[in-house]
């Protein structure tokens, strides 16, 4: 019998080419600014906690909502900075998780908050999420770029999701504060249940 | 002769190429992709269909919305805003892996109960609503909140199961609204009527009477 060598030997080289694993779109040959900007918006970690921050401070008042304009971003880009320094705090991902059951819950009951307490969950969301999202930089990327990169999709999201959060309140009916109100207990929801993955061993 | 026989040689050849192809092509390694969508989109999927293909939990979510449009301000959101947190505490006890019994039976008798609500126009006090929609729901969120550690991605199974029950209440609200018109409101208790009679379905399926 006659054994095709050509054959076999480009069926073996096939098979024995690396493929690349995507953990997060660090590597998207973007540049490290938009890499930090795509991160956010791979997942629901941060866009959950960020909507439920953003209805928040709409139910707290246009005038008072315009400081998280502020604080949100500055704890983002202070976040990526606590990363460089101190790179191991393992209670930071349960932190996230239960900023997103907490700030759901005040949502759905629509809570009016102190404006300093209002400042210091936008800075507390704002510092863990940058923290964690400064975690999938590698050894290539520019730490700078990448943390600005985060810090401006933040500032930008939370902005416009603000701004469309206080119009859709000021809209004529009855039924908008609800609606918010039943997103944020949806939220809370979701927070609650991952909080518990976080506590609990899977029960497989 | 000769001829046919090398035929039969070629198309020999050519399958056998043809199947070292095709094995090769599903040997072929393929990327994994842990956050840039695809665990994600998994999850969601599964999370969002969970609710929707399982009928015994989707005939008593859009019975919670269709009661509260019944019960009228403020079960009308009340509920459906109560339901998703109340579920999430039964969905801990999911994750954390406690054995409640029964579950398939109650949230079957869930179905008969809410049905039965709507058809006979039920109108408890608020509390009581409330009370019975919540024991429901640590029930119907326990059975999600078992499949939660195995998803491909536990967040977004998360928000794919707690949107879609939110969207079945809401569609329970809007054909709740009819109750408006006469008809309509004959209508929604035939509704009821009908989400009683495929909870009694289930109930007696999870009893074994009904193979």
């Not at chain 1, 759901?104 to 009951?109: D, K, R, S």
């Not at chain 1, 102190?114 to 999420?129: D, E, N, Q």
């Not at chain 1, 039943?182 to 979701?190: H, Q, V």
Request: include cysteine; aromatic fraction near 8%.
């Amino acid at each position: 019998m006659r054994v095709p060598v050509g054959g076999l030997a480009l069926a073996l080289a096939l098979l024995g080419m690396p493929s690349v694993a995507h953990a997060h779109l660090v590597n998207t040959r973007l540049g490290g600014f938009y890499d930090g900007m795509l991160h956010p918006l791979t997942g629901f970690e941060d866009a959950l906690p960020w909507l439920a921050l953003a209805i928040l401070a709409a139910f707290q008042g246009a005038q008072r909502a315009r400081w998280l304009l502020l604080t949100f971003p500055l704890g983002l880009l202070a976040g990526g900075g606590i990363w460089e320094l101190m790179p191991g705090l393992s209670f930071v991902p349960a932190l996230s998780v239960a900023l997103i059951a907490i700030v759901g819950l005040a949502v759905a009951t629509a809570i009016v908050l102190p404006l300093p307490i209002t400042l210091a969950l936008g800075a507390i969301v704002g510092l863990v999420h940058g923290y964690l999202n400064a975690q999938a930089m590698t050894e290539t990327t520019d730490h700078l770029l990448f943390i600005s990169g985060v810090t401006a999709v933040g500032y930008v999201t939370i902005t416009l999701t603000i701004a469309c959060a206080i119009a859709f309140l000021q809209a004529k009916g009855s039924w908008q504060a609800i609606a918010l109100r039943a997103s944020g207990s949806w939220i809370a929801a979701i927070g609650i249940m991952a909080l518990g993955l976080q506590f609990f061993a899977p029960a497989i | 002769m000769s001829k046919m026989c090398n035929d039969t040689m070629a198309a020999g050849t050519r399958r056998t190429r043809a199947v070292a192809g095709i094995l090769l092509y599903l040997a072929l390694g393929q990327s994994a992709f842990a956050h840039s969508g695809s665990a994600a989109a998994i999850g969601l999927e599964s999370g969002f269909t969970h609710p929707i293909t399982g009928l015994d939990h989707l005939v008593a979510m859009v019975a919670v919305g269709l009661w509260g449009a019944q019960l009228g301000n403020p079960a009308i959101w009340t509920l459906p805003i109560t339901f998703p947190l109340v579920m999430a505490l039964g969905g801990l006890l999911g994750v954390a892996g406690v054995d409640v019994p029964l579950t398939e039976q109650i949230v079957a008798l869930s179905g008969i109960a809410l049905g039965v609500l709507i058809a006979l126009r039920a109108r408890p006090p608020l509390w009581v609503a409330a009370l019975i929609v919540g024991i429901f729901a640590i029930f119907h969120g326990y059975a999600h909140g078992r499949e939660l550690p195995q998803a491909a991605d536990p967040l977004s199974y998360g928000v794919g199961f707690v949107v879609a029950t939110g969207l079945l209440h809401l569609c329970g609200i809007v054909l709740g609204l009819f109750i408006r018109w006469p008809l309509g409101e004959r209508a929604v208790r035939a509704c009821g009527a009908g989400i009683g009679c495929v909870g009694a379905y289930f109930f007696l399926a999870a009893l074994g009477a009904i193979p």
